[in-house]
């Protein structure tokens, strides 16, 4: 375990579902992120949370949502997904000084069918 | 961050020592050296960071010449279990917090027995 811990690990959704990821840290840490990870593909930032605010919404398409109630839990709330949006979801934390200190969940395997 | 430059991938056999090459032309005064390395289905992790000259831990190498205009991670003896994708990023160790790491796509290392 990391200290940063992301559920669902696998997701299969149709795409008229709606769904949610989550992220918890214990890390004592004052910013999260989304990260998506499609096949073979570099990881690509999708939002940005410090303090318990949005700070960057990396032009992400609407049907993704992100919600952050406090500094230790970041949701990604999914709907009318398309099957091109599968990918590996990841999450991670940092105290958001230096670049060594971000810590990454294990990510949720999403699959949009 | 500053834009590197590593090859896209590399393929050595177990109990090879293997270097990874980095350029980062542009890095600042303040910036440090970082690598992560991401195994398949799971969020990067941190693994070395140095400033100049050569810094070692249990698990890497990280050698950087005098200008810092590229930097070295160094794996003694690989195994099949070091097969992954390891990221140079370089950044300022005093990032705002909410600062978002940004990958490029990474070195992939296959090993071999």
């Known amino acids: 375990e990391t200290g940063v811990t992301q559920t669902p690990r696998h997701l299969v959704m149709g795409m008229t579902n709606k769904k949610s990821l989550k992220c918890e840290q214990h890390?004592?840490?004052?910013?999260m992120y989304w990260y998506k990870q499609s096949a073979k593909k570099p990881l690509e930032l999708m939002f940005v949370?410090?303090?318990?605010?949005?700070?960057e919404n990396n032009s992400v398409p609407s049907r993704f949502s992100p919600e952050c109630p406090n500094s230790s839990h970041l949701f990604l709330h999914l709907h009318t997904l398309q099957p091109e949006d599968s990918a590996l979801y990841l999450c991670?934390?940092?105290?958001?000084?230096?670049?060594?200190?971000?810590?990454f969940g294990s990510g949720t395997r999403l699959t949009v069918v | 961050l500053a834009k590197t430059t590593q090859p896209i991938s590399m393929d050595s056999y177990e109990g090879q020592e293997v270097n990874i090459t980095c350029s980062h032309n542009n890095i600042a005064t303040n910036d440090y050296i970082t690598w992560y390395q991401q195994f398949p289905s799971q969020g990067p992790r941190f693994i070395i960071q140095?400033?100049?000259t050569k810094v070692t831990n249990e698990v890497a190498s990280l050698f950087i010449p005098a200008d810092r205009k590229s930097s070295t991670l160094s794996l003694p003896r690989v195994s099949l279990s070091d097969t992954a994708v390891y990221y140079c990023?370089?950044?300022?160790?005093?990032?705002?917090?909410?600062?978002?790491?940004?990958f490029g796509k990474g070195t992939t290392l296959s090993v071999s027995s």
């Open positions: 949370y410090s303090l318990e605010e949005r700070v």
């Open positions: 991670a934390s940092s105290q958001g000084t230096d670049i060594y200190g971000y810590t």
């Open positions: 890390l004592g840490h004052n910013a």
């Open positions: 140095g400033y100049k």
């Open positions: 990023l370089v950044g300022d160790s005093q990032n705002q917090a909410g600062t978002a790491l940004i």
